[in-house]
Nanobody, 122 residues
Framework: QVQLVESGGGLVQAGGSLRLSCAAS???????TAWFRQAPGKERQFVAG????????TNPIVVKGRFTISRDNAKNTVSLQMNSLKSEDSAVYYC????????????????WGQGTPVTVFS
């Protein structure tokens, strides 16, 4: 079992930055971790992911060079640094973990956090 707790969301002005953190506990060794987001009335969307060994992947449509994912296996944390935020980035951001995911399909992820809301205002 893996437990995930997100933090760091909040209210930020357009152009600003936020750093989301995902604290994992339980049997986390070897797991791939990703951030997804879901805005009201929209489907859940992959944002960025990182393997246990540190190979990262981002959704180019969403990120456009603005977000960076990183992990610290010693601390069991995965972070998402978000810069140059836009109103369309407003959503609930979820951390998820999977034993394996080739294409970061949400269906591959067995464990999910409760989500942390991000609201970007102009």
């Amino acid at each position: 079992q893996v437990q995930l707790v997100e933090s760091g969301g909040g209210l930020v002005q357009a152009g600003g930055s936020l750093r989301l953190s995902c604290a994992a506990s339980g049997r986390t060794r070897g797991y791939t971790t990703a951030w997804f987001r879901q805005a009201p009335g929209k489907e859940r969307q992959f944002v960025a992911g990182i393997t246990y060994s540190g190979v990262s992947t981002t959704n180019p449509i969403v990120v456009k060079g603005r977000f960076t994912i990183s992990r610290d296996n010693a601390k069991n944390t995965v972070s998402l640094q978000m810069n140059s935020l836009k109103s369309e980035d407003s959503a609930v951001y979820y951390c998820a973990a999977a034993e394996y995911s080739l294409r970061y399909n949400a269906l591959d992820f067995d464990y999910w956090g409760q989500g942390t809301p991000v609201t970007v205002f102009s």
